[in-house]
């Protein structure tokens, strides 16, 4: 079901949303060589409830953990655990917090130590990949003029765009339609509406866009090839005239 958000519902968006982009920079002001991947993630628990807040990725489906930590060749979805992050690194922590019955979302790559030249472009376009997209984005925009965007600049790079896992709409459920693919044609699929709150989140290879799927843990998503992959994600508030971006 797509949701249209009232005035009160859109406060409570607000809310949701700056604690998950608070947390995601006490979390990049720590991170550092030498943790391990579980270690972050008490760092995302403990932030998020000392915000009254609730981590909402933390039994989603099953879910094990509070944050999806996901290094190098893990795309999304990968489980804290003893994986100790490695000078180097490319590490994509991806959280969602709940208050008041809504939920944030969004997802930054950080740079470990001295990371390679193709490593950090890899990030710096997968950023710009979002930012293309919220370009002209407003009240009645076609919805697939965002993966026309994403897919756009990370293929101008030769970059890969993963197809199996896709954005999506927020609110009272941390998942809600429509999709949001990284992918498709300009001018088409459904016209947005203000007071619309969806993720953008373009995942973004090195090399092959296919990906290993759950990896026998039934969440961790790899690149097929095991070359290394990004990561950006905010909640977008949809407006008459452009888009409020709410995680930054
Ligand atoms: N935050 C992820 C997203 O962007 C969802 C993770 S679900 C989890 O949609 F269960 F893996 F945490
Ligand atoms: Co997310
Ligand atoms: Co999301």
Redesign the pocket.
């Known amino acids: 079901m797509i949701t249209v958000k009232t005035p009160k519902e859109i406060e409570f968006m607000r809310e949701s949303c700056r604690i998950v982009k608070e947390t995601l920079d006490f979390v990049g002001s720590r991170i550092h060589a030498g943790m391990t991947t579980k270690e972050v993630d008490d760092l995302v628990y403990k932030y998020i409830i000392s915000c009254g807040a609730y981590p909402s990725?933390l039994g989603?489906?099953g879910?094990p953990?509070s944050?999806?930590v996901s290094v190098n060749e893990v795309v999304?979805?990968g489980i804290p655990g003893d994986r100790v992050i490695l000078d180097g690194d490319i590490v994509s922590v991806?959280?969602?917090a709940e208050k008041n019955g809504f939920h944030g979302?969004a997802?930054r790559t950080f740079l470990i130590g001295n990371v390679s030249e193709e490593r950090k472009k890899l990030v710096k376009v997968t950023e710009e990949c979002f930012f293309k997209a919220i370009e002209g984005l407003r009240a009645g925009s076609h919805l697939y003029d965002i993966g026309y965007a994403v897919q756009t600049h990370a293929e101008s790079h030769g970059y890969g765009v993963v197809r199996a896992l896709t954005?999506?709409g927020i609110g009272r459920s941390?998942?809600e339609d429509p999709g949001v693919p990284n992918y498709g044609k300009r001018g088409t699929g459904m016209r947005l509406k203000a007071g619309m709150t969806i993720?953008i989140?373009p995942m973004i290879t090195l090399g092959t866009y296919r990906v290993l799927m759950d990896n026998n843990d039934g969440?961790t998503v790899t690149t097929a090839d095991g070359k290394c992959a990004a990561h950006y994600?905010n909640t977008v508030l949809i407006t008459e005239d452009g888009v409020e971006i709410l995680t930054l």
């Open positions: 990725e989603f489906e879910y953990a944050s999806c999304v979805h991806d959280i969602t979302d997802a954005g999506h941390m998942h993720c989140e969440w994600e």
